[in-house]
């Protein structure tokens, strides 16, 4: 069994940047692909972007050129930058993990270990 605890994010200003993290205990050895979701008030959770254990990256098209994700997997962790906040950011950011080779899945289904999600809160 695999914990994921999420830390940063919080109230930030347009423009501004964030960075979150996620750090897994427990059962970590084994090549966990990570990802990252969000909900916004109202809204389906939605694929934001995964990372492979070798740190290959797949992001979805709304994010491009403005998200990174990362890992170290000395630390168990995995981080989401967050470049030019816009309102539209606003929601509740979920770390998710799944015991696979390669990159996670676009899909909520594909995951096995969820975070309790941390709150981004982008004011204009």
């Known amino acids: 069994h695999v914990q994921l605890v999420e830390s940063g994010g919080g109230l930030v200003q347009a423009g501004d940047s964030t960075t979150l993290s996620c750090a897994a205990s427990g059962r970590t050895f084994g090549p966990y692909a990570m990802a990252w979701f969000r909900q916004a008030p109202g809204k389906e959770r939605a694929f934001v972007s995964t990372?492979?254990?070798?740190?290959?990256?797949y992001y979805a098209d709304s994010v491009k050129g403005r998200f990174t994700i990362s890992r170290d997997n000395a630390k168990n962790t995995v981080y989401l930058q967050i470049n030019s906040l816009k309102p539209e950011d606003t929601a509740v950011y979920y770390c998710a993990a799944d015991l696979r080779t390669g990159l996670g899945p676009s899909v909520r289904t594909g995951y096995n270990y969820w975070g309790q999600g941390t709150q981004v809160t982008v004011s204009s």
């Open positions: 990372i492979s254990r070798s740190g290959n990256t």
